[in-house]
Every structure is written in structure tokens, then in C-alpha cells.
């Protein structure tokens, strides 16, 4: 039960709107489910409003749902709940879908040309099919041909959910930077709508790790709280964070050592977009390009099959005269 971006960002917008209002929580979430057409999006916040009717909070209730809910949403919703300041995180969250709804809008865009071109090579290519053996041989070979291609998708947008996929894309080249870039980028947004709502620093930085790195980066940085409790210096325990990434933890030990928190988390998050950004424009370029690359090549094999099949029956029908 997966959300889309334009979804979440409809719903959180809705819900700022609704709070600022004065409307109480569990209805306003009442007001969201009735609102939302059939789909995932009714189902998910229905299943909030049920969970919150029973008295949990809307962050444990997300919380339950992780096909739904984003871990670092539930932590920045727990954090509105706590500081109760609920509806200004409410609002970073809806820009923040936002900012992502446009992004694969662009890339979808991007990609509707080349799929269309694809189809047609797949329905144009397999000509030969029919000519060689009739319509039922050109219909077995397009339903074929099309079941593989949308197989092919549909694995590739499941594994790309999938915690295998998230570590094979973590080592592609364009893929992995935009991965990394986006996981940072969570980071420094739950980070600093915590540490903006009065959560101590040392209390919101494992809840942030946890929430956009999941449960690896979640005890590294509990490690480093107890370091930092501890008395060690900032800058020789924060980098054992993002080990992989030296800059942006040397700008949050700046930030914790001079106190500025909060502006050099926005840095990182400009930082972050921005890499983040790059990345996607390198696959709005290149994505289309591998679409463009298979309609060629299952072209050329069709023609390379149709010139074989030629090439057969001339020798055939050579044998014969001899």
C-alpha cells in the first residue's frame, strides 16, 4: 500500500490547513479519510483514523504502516506531537513530497516519448513474425515481447523498494550518488525540524539517523551520542556517521561545536538538494537513452531474424533445384 508523493504532499498540506484551523487531531484525520477519493491514500489514513480512535498517536499509528509511511515522516511527525508544533513540520513535509512529485513528474515526462517508441518497434518489429509464419505467429511474438518488457518494469520497481535493491542501487554510478545525496537530505530535514521544534541535539540525532538510514546509521549514531556524553570531541565522533560522506559530517560538527545548528543543517540541506538534483538530471538524460538503445536493438534482432529466415529458405529452395 505505497502512497505517491502528490498524495502525501495533498494530505500533509490538508492537515496544516486543518490544525491551524483548530480542528483536533483525530478529527482532522477523520476529515482527510472522508475527503480522500478509493485508493491507497483512503486506506492509509483510514487506517491512522482507526488507530488513533483507539488512542495512539498519528506518529505510532504511521508508524505501523511502514508500506505507507516514510520512517523519517513518523519521526518528524513524533517530534511536531511532542514540541506541539505540529503544524509548521506538517508544511515542511508537504513541500518536501512536493519537490519530489515534481521530480519523477519530470522524469515520467522524460520517458513517455521512448516507451512509445519502444511499443511501436515491438509491434513494427515483429512484422517479420507474421510474415514468416502468419498472424499467429506476429501476435504470439508482440504478447510475448510486451509481457517481458512489463515484467522487466515491474521487477525493477520492486526491487528497487526492496532492501537488495537499495544496496545493489547504492553501488550504480548515477543511481547510487542520487541515493546517498537523498538519504542525506532526509537527514538534515528530520535533524532540523527537531532540533527547530526544542528537541535537544543529542536526544533528535539518533532518532534522524534511525529514521532516514534505518537501524545501522540509527546505532552508530546512539554510539556517538554516548561518546559525545562522554566528553569526546565533536569533530573526531561525528564523522563515524556518514563515513561516506566526510562533508557533510564535518558541517555538522561545525554546527554542533559553534552552536548554529540549525543554519548549517539548512546548508546540508541545500548541499544535499543539489547533488540530489544533479543526479536526477543525469537520469532524465540517460534513462531515456536506455529505452531509446532497446527499441534499436530489438529491432535489429527482429531484422536479423527476418534476413536469417530469408537466408534459410533461399538455401532451401536452392537445395531443391540442385
Known amino acids: 500500500m505505497m502512497l505517491r508523493a502528490r498524495d502525501k504532499a495533498d494530505l500533509y498540506e490538508q492537515l496544516a490547513g486543518l490544525l491551524e ?7 482532522a484525520v477523520g476529515m482527510l479519510r472522508d ?40 519521526s518528524v511527525v513524533a517530534a511536531g506531537e511532542e514540541a506541539g508544533r505540529l503544524v509548521p513540520l506538517a508544511r515542511e513535509l508537504g513541500r518536501y513530497w512536493r519537490k519530489m512529485d515534481e521530480t519523477r513528474r519530470r522524469i515520467l515526462a522524460g520517458l513517455v516519448y521512448p516507451l512509445l517508441i519502444l511499443h511501436v518497434a515491438i509491434l513494427a518489429g515483429s512484422v517479420p513474425a507474421a510474415v514468416a509464419g502468419g498472424m499467429g505467429a506476429y501476435t504470439r511474438v508482440v504478447v510475448v515481447s510486451l509481457g517481458v518488457l512489463y515484467a ?10 526492496s532492501a537488495a535493491g537499495m544496496l545493489l542501487c547504492s553501488h550504480l554510478p548515477v543511481v547510487g550518488t542520487a541515493r546517498s545525496s537523498l538519504r542525506g537530505l532526509r537527514f538534515a530535514l528530520c535533524l532540523r525540524l527537531q532540533v527547530e521544534a526544542g528537541i535537544p541535539i543529542l536526544t533528535a540525532l539518533p532518532r534522524a539517523a534511525r529514521a532516514a538510514g534505518g537501524v545501522s546509521l540509527g546505532s552508530r549514531a546512539d ?38 545548528i540549525v543554519g548549517v543543517l539548512r546548508a546540508i540541506e541545500e548541499d544535499a538538494a543539489a547533488r540530489w538534483g544533479e543526479s536526477m538530471a543525469l537520469l532524465q538524460v540517460w534513462l531515456p537513452r536506455m529505452v531509446y538503445f532497446a ?28
Not at 529491432?299 to 540442385?322: D, I, T
Open 223 to 260: 554510539a556517538a551520542v554516548s561518546r559525545l556524553r562522554t566528553g569526546e570531541p565533536v569533530a573526531e565522533v561525528l564523522p563515524t556517521l556518514f563515513a561516506e560522506d566526510q562533508r557533510l559530517t564535518s558541517l555538522l560538527a561545525t554546527g554542533v561545536e559553534s552552536g548554529r
Open 35 to 74: 475527503r480522500m477519493a478509493r485508493g491507497a491514500a483512503r486506506s492509509a489514513i483510514g487506517h491512522c483514523s482507526a488507530r488513533m480512535s483507539k488512542g495512539e498517536t498519528l506518529s505510532a499509528a504511521m508508524l505501523a504502516e511502514p508500506r505507507a509511511w516514510e520512517a523519517f515522516e513518523s
Open 295 to 322: 527499441a534499436m536493438a530489438f529491432a535489429v534482432w527482429q531484422v536479423a531474424r527476418l534476413a536469417a529466415g530469408v537466408y534459410g529458405a533461399y538455401g532451401e529452395a536452392a537445395s531443391l533445384e540442385w
Open 152 to 161: 522487466m518494469l515491474w521487477f525493477l520497481w520492486e526491487l528497487g523498494n
Open 21 to 27: 484551523a483548530g480542528v483536533p487531531i483525530s478529527r
